[in-house]
Structures are given as C-alpha cells and as structure tokens.
DNA sequence: GCTTTTGTCGGTAACGTACCCGAAAAATAT
DNA sequence: ATATTTTTCGGGTACGTTACCGACAAAAGC
C-alpha cells in the first residue's frame, strides 16, 4: 500500500505538496498539481484511515434530531439505542453525537431544536422529518452551509439529503393490504385507523402513505373488499374507544382492521374489551403494549423496520459521507418484516 | 482522554514502561507494576486503538472454514459475501481474511482445508462445524495455541470456543411445528423430509435438531398430528422425486411437508409436478430456487437466519476479541425470519 | 578483586497523515 | 536596477502508541 511518502517520491516534490492536492488546497501550480494527480490515479492510492484520524485534530459533531421517547412515542427508544451504538463505536473516531430531542405533537418543539441544532453548527444532521416546512427550512440551511442531513423514518424525497434511512412506507401500506387479502378474503369489509393529534399533508404524511398503499393493493389486485376509515385525533386510549364503539356501530362487519402506526396496542384494547378479539388486527412496530396483544391473539401481525438498524445505519452514512468521503447509497431501504405471535420471541429490533 | 504518556507522568516512569505493564511483559517490578495498574485503573484508561493499529505492525489472519458455493450448497454464497463485507471493512486495520473452501459432501476435502488453515497459523478461525470429530480436533489445536475460533451456522456447545454465530436450530424447528399448527390444525399428517448425504450423529446434526424441536412442539402443545418422515440421501432430483413418491403412495393423507434445510425447493418441484401444490410446505433458506416457489405458491414459508449477517458477526467477532480484546458474547443468535410471498420482495439476507 | 548475568528502566524511531511556519522562487511594483 | 508582493514549495512537528536498543544498577559467578 503506497501512501503520500511513495507520491512525493516519484513526483520529486515533498509530503506537504501531496498533501495539499490530495486536500486540494491552495499554493500548488497547476502543473505539478496534475503531475501529482497522475500518480496518485496510476497508484490508486487509498489514504490511510487509521493514520487520518489519528493525525487529525478535527472533532465531528452530528446532530440527531429526533422525537423524544415517551409513552405515546415509545417507537424511538429503539432507533436512540442503535444511535448510542454507533457513537459508541465512533468515539474513537472522534466523532460526538448530540441528540436534539423534540415532542412529535409540538411543531414549537421541533422549531426550538432546530434553532439548537444550527447553533451547534454541525458537521452532519440525521432528522426525523415530522413537520415538514420546518424540516425542509432547516435542508435549506444545511445545504447553504453545506452541511450533509440524512432522513430517518419517513422521506422527503424531492430534497438533496444525502439519504434516507427507512422502510418503502408506500409498500409496508401496500404488504398489509396482500395480508388482509390472504387471510380475509373478499369482499370482507376493512377498517382503516389513523391515529394522529395531526393528520395532514397528504404526500409526505406516513399514515396516510401507508393507507394509499394498502388501497393501491385493492385495486391493483382487482379485489372488492370494501373499506371505511376513522381518523381519530384524540390519542388517548378514551379517544379510541369512543371513535371505534360509533365505527363499529355504523359498520358491524368490518372483518380487518388495518392501524397505519405503531398505536395499534390501543386499538387492540378496545377489540378486547368489547369482545371482539377475533377480528383480523394488523398495525406496526415491535413494541411492549403491541407484543403483549400479539401473544394473547388480539393482534394478528405486527410490521416492522428494525429502528435500532435504521439509528445505527443514518449515523454511519453520515460518518462515511462526512469522514470517509466514501459514497453512501440515497436510498437505504429496510426490511419489512412481519412478526407474528409464533417468531416474536427470536425478533431482533 | 488520558493516555500514555499522562500514566507516565503520575507514576514517574517512561512511557516504556507504563507500555510494559499494559502488555503485561516482563522488566518491571512488582512494585511499580502495581503502582502503575492502580494509576490505570483510576483513570480508567481506554488505549487508543487509532494509535495502536498505527504503531503496530502487526498483522491478523484470520481463517474462514466454509464450505464453497455450489448449486447443492447456495446457501453458503450470503455468508462469503457477509465476510467479504467485513473483510473490506478491517482491511484498513491490517486484517486478512482466508477463506479455506471445503465439499460439504466430502470429509476429506474438510480434513484437508484444516491442515491448510493449521499451517497458516492464523489469529483467528471462523468454522462451519460439519464433520464434528474432525472439527473438535481442529478446536483442540486451536485451543492448544491459544487461538479463537468462532463456529457459524451451527454449534459445538461443550467447546470453549469464542462464540457461536447462527440460529437457534431446535428452536427454529419448534416454531415450524407451530407454524404447521396454526395453518394445518389437528391431527392433518406431517412428513418430515431430511435431504442429506450424511445424516447421524444425532447430537449436533442441523436436520435432525430441527426435527427434534418440530416434535417437541407438538409434545408440548398436545396435539396429535401424526408425524412420518423420510431420510433422503441420493440428494438429486430425482432421488428425491422417487423417495417422495414412495411416502405419498404410502401416506396419501399428508397434509403438510417440512423440509428440513435449504432443499425445499426440490421438493417444491416435486409437489408442483405431481399436483401437490395445495399441500402445506415449508422449509429453509432464501434461495433463487426456494423463492421462486415461494412466489408461485408452492413454499408457504420459507425460514432464514439472514446468512450475510452471520458472516459479517462471524468475522467482526473474531476481531472485537482477538484485535481489540472487547467480550463477545458467547451466543450470537439470529432471528428467525418468517420470509411468505408477501415480503419476500423486501427480505434483506 | 574482577567479569558476567539479570532485573529495571528510559530514550526514541517508527506508523501515515495533517498542517504550521518559513524560505525560495517568481511575478509585480517602484 | 531594487523593493515588494505573491506564488510555490519543503522542513519539521504532532497525533498516541509500539517496540527496539541500550543504560545502569544490583546480584551472581569466577
């Protein structure tokens, strides 16, 4: 492995001079410095990572903009886990990682912290895009300063982010429409559940991403099933039941009921409570409330995306982007798995 | 951060010598030795591991005892590439990988790829212990030499070796036998299906390990499905349309077909040729041949450990304990994937 | 008494890269 | 012509650790 002594050698020019084409700093004629680069392409020369780092007094700072871990929100204590892995990992590295934390109901929350977050002046951003104007202000920031930012969770795929780390939402919609379609067949009626204090922006907003790919599997497949939808703002489990007792009342054949996020624990409560246990319940992500109901029968399948892979994977395309400089895939799509009560004893987050 | 040179300064020694005792060598005295360790303990001192692999000259090999790619052995192209993958990653820390290819089918091929990896006298091993005599030998050597040694894919558990990386093989066959329960209730008959040259030692054998936990599940659940099954040991085609031929004729009231390794696929044929395809079949693996029946609805369920990842634990493994002398953990069990037709398009091996 | 061995320790050159400082050379101004 | 600025470059130190070489004493052997 040839290093910058073997290139300032052939080109009969010292390491500093390498060094400042490889950095392409300023005070290099252009003619050694195409002389230099030559070399540099016929040896293929790769820096050395190990000796970078060391030699480098350049701390990194990612912010990591994400909602906090509550019991409404308890999604995110899984992808701050895989996070805290990857600093971990990277401290040696001398990379820091400083987690700005906001409540997903507060858009003044979010705004507080990307104020933060710009203060900090960071040298890569991985953000949860809940509130979309704000989240594309701070892109504009980041990309007027320069400053890479990759999505977690959900997309906004017409801004430059370096790239997104999550499931196909659209898809994970679309697979539980296969689902229902497998284990209800036609023409059994579906209920679709969105709960959500704020249920709008319908090109960016997950749910109702997730709802059109369950409805595009329908029709696509050409199946009749007939669906009714409740979207119910008041989140507390008082909230869901009062919706789903005037839903149930209006449609009492609903067979399936579809809940577009990981609140289907609640929703499983109320199946539960009112006797009704047997209907097909599928929603998202492998956490506690959830699990119990899927082991007692309530729930039927649970969809997830490994959260802790997608925290560890967004702060490590934002080290290869930063400090590698190697490429990062745009796309960084997770799997979507289905866990059901039978393998989510072996299911790894 | 503290490092050397700060242990030096309080105990009022060199460098040289504080670098002595954390390599525990030999020129210091008791005296300053504990003087010295009670000074690192207090700062809790972490060596830099930048620095370190810099300084260091030393180089890790690091051998990898597979079997080689085949169109009987498929399985095994997702953990080469999981090892390449980290290869490529800790090439920079000046870690070779080794890979040592050895005939499934073939002991010999085994006994002699081990005689090549002990003449190599490499820092690590990564096994797949398929012949365990000849493999317990090889974990003998290893241990007389103080070498680690990861097994992948299945395990030795009396060895004291590093660590085990793969699935829980019993308990993936318990959750096969659940998985027949709840689509094909009591008492439908079950055919088990071993597909395999080489099927005895009960103890440590894969297929029958995943038998055993089929079984055990159905003990242990009290249900009454009949179980028979088959050994198939001319593992081409067409043996194993001619044993399959036999059982159905013998037992033309199976309703469900485990299949204990990644050969479903060929029973999949089979089913779909004799116009079976509305029985109930599982099996192992994400592989082009299983998928493709998977996709025509022939496989019902197809079972993975997410192979790739195992190679890449396997390798990561071996340099957390032998590079940076970190624990590992001494099981590293996969999830057992349930992989259908609804999302096997998303599976991530 | 001497030499030789053994036990302790310090000094220091690497490892490959980053980057500051100052010098030489070239270009421009006076 | 000289003085001044600008461009171009090299020397050298630092990053934190490893590991070799040798210094110096005390202990052992003659």
Redesign the pocket.
Known sequence: MA???EIARRA??????V?RV??NRT???EK?KSRINKIIDDLNYQ??LI??T?????VFDFAVLIPHVSDESDYWRAPLLGIEKAAAELQQFRINIHPFLFDQNEKESFIKQVEMVLKLRPDGVLVAPYFIDETVALANHCDATNTPYVFINSDIPDLPSTCYIGPDIYQSGYLCGELIDYIAPDPSKILVVNVSKEIKAPRYNRLLRKEEGLRSYFKQAGKAHPIVKTDIRNTTDEGIRKSLSKMFKDHPDIRSVFVSNSRVGSVARFLEESGRGDIFLLGFDFLEDNIAYLKKGIIDFLICNRPLEQGYRGIMSLYRDVVVHSPVDSQNLMPIDIVTRQNCNYYQI
């Open positions: 290093g910058v002594k009969n020019v010292s390491i500093a001079t060094d490889i950095h005070g290099v004629s050694t820096p050395n000796a970078r060391l030699a480098s007094r350049k």
